[in-house]
C-alpha cells in the first residue's frame, strides 16, 4: 500500500528505485588495557591509520574535483588536528588500545563542541565520518560507505559524510534521503553539483527495509513508499516534461515579459567554473574564497598562490560579472592564523569581516591580489564583505578596498538581521548588497543551519525571512543600487520567481539548478512574481507561503476578502 512521507528537498529531480542502506563500521571499539611496553607500538597504529584516512579523503577530493575537494580536504585537515593527534597519544600511554583512544578522542572532541553550542557542531557528521574511517582501519573492518550493488538505487541513510556524498555515482545512487542534515549542510551542496535527486531531514528513513521501492521527489521533499503505478508514471511523466523544458530554455535569466534577472553561479575555486558556463552562468554572484585559505589553516596563502586562482575564475568570465566575497573565516572554518580558539560560541563571536578587520594584513594581502588578478581583464570585478552588521563594518570594509587600490564595486552580504533592517544606512557606504540567506535565516531563528531537528526554521519559504528579503531589496531600489541573492534559497525555482518579486536583481546558485530556474522564470511575468511574493508574505508560515506563491503562479490564488 502506497504511503507519503516528507522530509526536506535539497536536490531538484526524481528518483525510482530500491532502498539501500549505507554501510557503516563499527562505531565502538571493546574498552581493552594494553600493557605499557605495548603503547609506543599502538601509537604508531594509530599515527598510521590517522595518515591513511587522510590520504584517502584527499584521493577522493581530487578525483571528485570542484567544491567537494576543497571539502575533503578540510575533512583530511580535521583527521590530522594536531591536538585530537595528542589526546589519542595520551590516552594509549595510559593504557587505551589504537582504536578505543581514537574513538575516545573524537567523543570528547564532538562532546565539546555540542556544549559550546558551537556553529561545527553542525559538521559533526563530518567527525563521525574521520573517526568510523580510522577505526575501521585500525579494527580491519570495511570503511564506511555506499553499498555494493550492480543495479541503480535509492540510498538511504542517517546522514552523508561529503566523503561519500562527492563521488556517488550517479548511474547506480538514483537519488538519497537522509534521517539528519539540513537545506545547507555540505552533503546538501554537493547533491546539488552533482544533480542527485536527494531529500534531507526524514525521520525514520532508516526504517524502511531493504529493497522497498520509493519514489523520491528533490524538489517536494516527498518520498512515496511502495508507489502505486499510476503514482509512478505521474511522476515519471513529471519528470520528462520538466528535462524537455530544461533542453528548451537556454540564453540570459528573465521573466516572460522580458524582465531581466541575471543567473549566476556560486564557485569554490577554478574547479568549478566548468560546470558553470556549461550550464549557461551569466557570471559568478559567489566566489567562496575561504577554501584556498583552508588548504593550509596555519598560514595565509601568498599573494601569488591568490592571485592565480583568481585569475583563472575571471579569465572564465570575459565581460562577465564576477563577485569575490573576501575570506569567511571562523565558526565551521576555523583557521588557526586567524580565529581565535577559545570562543564559546564562535557563530556570534569573531568571524567573516571581524576576523579580517582584526587581521588588516590578511585583508590587504587579498585585495591586492584580486587587482593585480583582474588586471587586463575585460571582467566585471565585484568584492563583497562577510557578516556585515552595520554601517561602521561597510565603511571598514569599503576604505580598506580604496586603501588596496582595488578598481571593482564594493558590496556587503546580508547575513545578519541588523544588515537587513539597516540596509539603507548600509548602502551609503557601498555599491551593492547580496543577501546570504543560509546564514540570515540561522541567525533569524536562533536555529543552527546543520541541525535536521530545526530544519523548519531553516526553510527559506519564512515568511519572516522574506520579509527581511524585501527590505533589503527595497533599501536597495531607493539608492539605485543592486541587490543579489547568494544563498541556497536562489537554486528552488519557485522561490527564485517569489525573490523576484520581491525585487532582487540577481540569483546566484549551485551550477546544477541553473537550468530549473531559468526554465522556471521564463514561464511567468514579473507581474506574476510580485503577486506571488506578497501572497508568499502574507502567509503565517514556510509550507503556507509556498503553498500561496504555488496558487497564484498556477492561476488558483484569489486574495482573502478584506
Not at 566566489?287 to 575564475?313: G, H, I, M, N, W
Amino acid at each position: 500500500m502506497e504511503t507519503t512521507l516528507r522530509g526536506v528537498g535539497v536536490s531538484h529531480g526524481v528518483a525510482i528505485g530500491e532502498v539501500r542502506h549505507m554501510g557503516t563500521a563499527v562505531l565502538e571499539p571493546p574498552a581493552k588495557s594494553i600493557p605499557a611496553e605495548e603503547a609506543e607500538r599502538e601509537q604508531g597504529r594509530a599515527r598510521q591509520a590517522v595518515e591513511a584516512v587522510a590520504a584517502d579523503l584527499v584521493a577522493r577530493g581530487n578525483l571528485a574535483g570542484g567544491e567537494a575537494q576543497h571539502v575533503l580536504e578540510a575533512q583530511a585537515m580535521m583527521a590530522q588536528d594536531p591536538e585530537l593527534m595528542s589526546d589519542v597519544d595520551r590516552r594509549i600511554a595510559v593504557g587505551s588500545t589504537a582504536e578505543r583512544a581514537v574513538y575516545d578522542a573524537f567523543a570528547a572532541y564532538r562532546a565539546l563542541l555540542a556544549n559550546a553550542g558551537e556553529y561545527l557542531a553542525g559538521r559533526v557528521a563530518d567527525l563521525d565520518d574521520v573517526r568510523n574511517r580510522i577505526v575501521a582501519r585500525l579494527l580491519g573492518v570495511p570503511m564506511p560507505g555506499v553499498p555494493d550493488s550492480d543495479e541503480p538505487y535509492v540510498l538511504i541513510a542517517r546522514d552523508l559524510a561529503p566523503a561519500d556524498t562527492a563521488l556517488l555515482d550517479p548511474t547506480l545512487v538514483l537519488g538519497f534521503v537522509t534521517e539528519e542534515g539540513g537545506p545547507t549542510s555540505h552533503s546538501a551542496i554537493l547533491a546539488r553539483a552533482l544533480g542527485v535527486p536527494a531529500v534531507v531531514a526524514l525521520p525514520g528513513a532508516g526504517e524502511l527495509a531493504e529493497g522497498t521501492v520509493v519514489a523520491v521527489d528533490g524538489s517536494t521533499g516527498e518520498i512515496f513508499v511502495d508507489p502505486s503505478a499510476e503514482k509512478r508514471t505521474e511522476m515519471e511523466a513529471a519528470a520528462a516534461a520538466r528535462k524537455a523544458a530544461l533542453s528548451a530554455s537556454t540564453g540570459p535569466g528573465a521573466t516572460s515579459d522580458g524582465h531581466k534577472v541575471p543567473l549566476l553561479a556560486n564557485v569554490g575555486g577554478p574547479g568549478d567554473v566548468p560546470a558553470a558556463v556549461e550550464a549557461g552562468a551569466e557570471g559568478v554572484g559567489l566566489f567562496r574564497t575561504e577554501f584556498l585559505f583552508l588548504d593550509d589553516s596555519k598560514q595565509a596563502p601568498s599573494e601569488e598562490k591568490q592571485v592565480a586562482a583568481y585569475r583563472a575564475v575571471l579569465e572564465a568570465f570575459p565581460e562577465g560579472r564576477v563577485v569575490v566575497r573576501v575570506l569567511d573565516a571562523g565558526a565551521d572554518k576555523p583557521l588557526d592564523f586567524l580565529t581565535p580558539a577559545d570562543e564559546p560560541n564562535p557563530a556570534l563571536g569573531v568571524r567573516g569581516l571581524r576576523s579580517l578587520l582584526d587581521h588588516p594584513e590578511v585583508l590587504r594581502t587579498q585585495l591586492t591580489a584580486l587587482a593585480k588578478a583582474a588586471e587586463g581583464l575585460p571582467v566585471y570585478l565585484e568584492v563583497m564583505a562577510p557578516m556585515v552588521a552595520d554601517r561602521l563594518d561597510a565603511k571598514a570594509f569599503a576604505d580598506a578596498c580604496r586603501e588596496a587600490g582595488l578598481q571593482a564595486k564594493f558590496g556587503a552580504m546580508v547575513e545578519i538581521p541588523s544588515a537587513a533592517l539597516r540596509a539603507r544606512s548600509i548602502l551609503q557606504e557601498v555599491e551593492f548588497l547580496s543577501l546570504g540567506t543560509n546564514d540570515l535565516a540561522q541567525y533569524t531563528f536562533a536555529a543552527d543551519r546543520q541541525v535536521g531537528a530545526v530544519s523548519r526554521l531553516q526553510d527559506p519559504w519564512q515568511p519572516a525571512l522574506l520579509d527581511l528579503v524585501a527590505l533589503s531589496a527595497e533599501a536597495a531600489r531607493a539608492e539605485g543600487k543592486s541587490c543579489g541573492v547568494c544563498g541556497e534559497a536562489a537554486a528552488d525555482p519557485l522561490l527564485a520567481c517569489v525573490l523576484t518579486g520581491l525585487g532582487v536583481t540577481s540569483l546566484s546558485m549551485g551550477a546544477a539548478s541553473i537550468p530549473y530556474v531559468r526554465a522556471t522564470l521564463a514561464k511567468y511575468t514579473l507581474a506574476q512574481c510580485e503577486r506571488a511574493a506578497n501572497a508568499a508574505r502574507s502567509a503565517d508560515s514556510a509550507d503556507e507561503a509556498r503553498s500561496a506563491a504555488q496558487a497564484v503562479l498556477s492561476g488558483e490564488w484569489t486574495s482573502s476578502p478584506q
